[in-house]
Structure formats: C-alpha cells, structure tokens
C-alpha cells in the first residue's frame, strides 16, 4: 500500500531555513506529482506547490515564491520542501499528498510540525 | 487565482440529519472538485473526488454534487464519527485552492 513518511518535527530560529523530507513507497514514486499543502494552528489548508519527480520541474504559489524549493531524489523516492527566510507565521504542519491521475490527494504523509520562534 | 468560497464556516447538527455544504468557485471548474474530512491532529482524507465520485471505502452516506461553479456536498444521516472539518479543493488550475473549511459539530 503506498505510504508517505516525513520527516519529524523541527524548531527552527526566525530568518533560518528548514527542510522537510517525504518517503514514499508502495508504489513508482516518478509516476505521481508530489504536493506540499500546509496549515497554520487552527487554519485551513495552504497549497504550496507541487513537483513532478520524474523530471524535477515544480510549481510553487505565488505567495512562496523565492522562498520555497521543492526537490526530490529518485533513488530513494523521497520528496524534499525546503523553505527559507522563517517567519513566526511560517509556523505550520506542513503535509505532502500524493496527486492521483484523478488530480485529488488519496494519499498523505502523517505531517510535520514546524515551529518557528525566537 | 482560483478563489473558492466554502459556507458555512461552521455547522451544528444531530445525529441522524441530514447536512449540506455548498463550495463556489470564482470561475468553472470542470467539476475538478474534491471534498476532505479531517479530524484533529489528523492528515486531511479524500471523500468525494470530481465533484461526485465517492472515493473507495468511504460510506455511501457521504455525497457530492454540482458543475460549473457551484457544488454541493452532503451528508445523509449525520453519524458522530463525522465530527471533523471539511474541505472543498480545485484542481482545475494551479494553484490548488481550498476553502476556507467546514467545522462539522454535533447538537
């Protein structure tokens, strides 16, 4: 069965960066997009870009731009999200969702906290 | 950007009702639109995908309809594991959108 699994939860300084892995297995990780989408304490859902990890390319929205990298490494089918220049309000549980050839997200990784704070 | 707009933000409702949540896109979606439950704590789970499929395993108390712009999703019989908030998304065009969620309560 396919599974996501992040990385743990991480304390991070404002100004500093942070990367958040994703492991993906139960199925041929080049085939499927990977999403990032987070949530803010008690907020809704943030999408925050996609990468296809067959060839690398990514979208990221717009309110990220320049600060997100999404990256991935084939040989062991995981995704990266790195995100930098942290703000206090980048504190979040941030996801990745596997998009099915249907464009929703059947599958998710458990999520990872990350907090930001002096 | 697609903008959706998700009402109510929040609902209270008894065992056994019936419950409805409506989803409106600022422009057609191609009836690319999903609907998640998510509970505390808990990754967001797909229900209902392309406006009206429901999503393998998942109760056939849970429905979804609408085209264009404007979509609803349903709960037939409201049961108390149903307490969580839910969640429309696009994925028409990129940005994936959400709404801003429904907080699902029980009276």
């Known amino acids: 069965q396919v599974q996501l699994v992040q990385s743990g939860a991480e304390v991070k300084k404002p100004g500093a960066s942070v990367k958040v892995s994703c492991k993906a297995s139960g199925y041929t990780f080049t085939d499927y997009y990977m999403h990032w989408v987070r949530q803010a304490p008690g907020q809704g859902l943030e999408w925050m870009g996609r990468?296809?990890?067959?060839?690398?390319?990514?979208n990221y929205a717009q309110t990220f731009q320049g600060r997100v990298t999404m990256s991935r490494d084939t040989s062991i089918s995981t995704a990266y999200m790195e995100l930098s220049s942290l703000r206090s309000d980048d504190t979040a549980v941030y996801y990745c969702?596997?998009?099915?050839?249907?464009?929703?997200?059947?599958?998710w990784g458990q999520g990872a906290l990350v907090t930001v704070s002096s | 950007d697609i903008q959706m707009t998700q009402s109510p933000s929040s609902l209270s409702a008894s065992v056994g009702d019936r419950v409805t949540i409506t989803c409106q896109a600022s422009?057609?979606?191609?009836?690319?639109l999903n609907w998640y439950q998510q509970k505390p704590g808990k990754a967001p789970k797909l229900l209902i995908y392309d406006a009206s499929n429901l999503e393998t395993g998942v109760p056939l108390r849970f429905s979804g309809s609408g085209s264009g712009t404007d979509f609803t999703f349903t709960i037939s019989g409201l049961q108390p594991e149903d307490i969580a908030t839910y969640y429309c998304?696009?994925?028409?065009?990129?940005?994936?959108?959400f709404g801003q969620g429904t907080k699902l309560e029980i009276k």
């Open positions: 422009q057609d979606i191609n009836n690319y």
């Open positions: 998304q696009q994925h028409d065009n990129l940005p994936y959108t």
């Open positions: 990468i296809n990890p067959n060839s690398g390319g990514t």
């Open positions: 969702a596997r998009e099915e050839t249907t464009g929703d997200y059947s599958d």
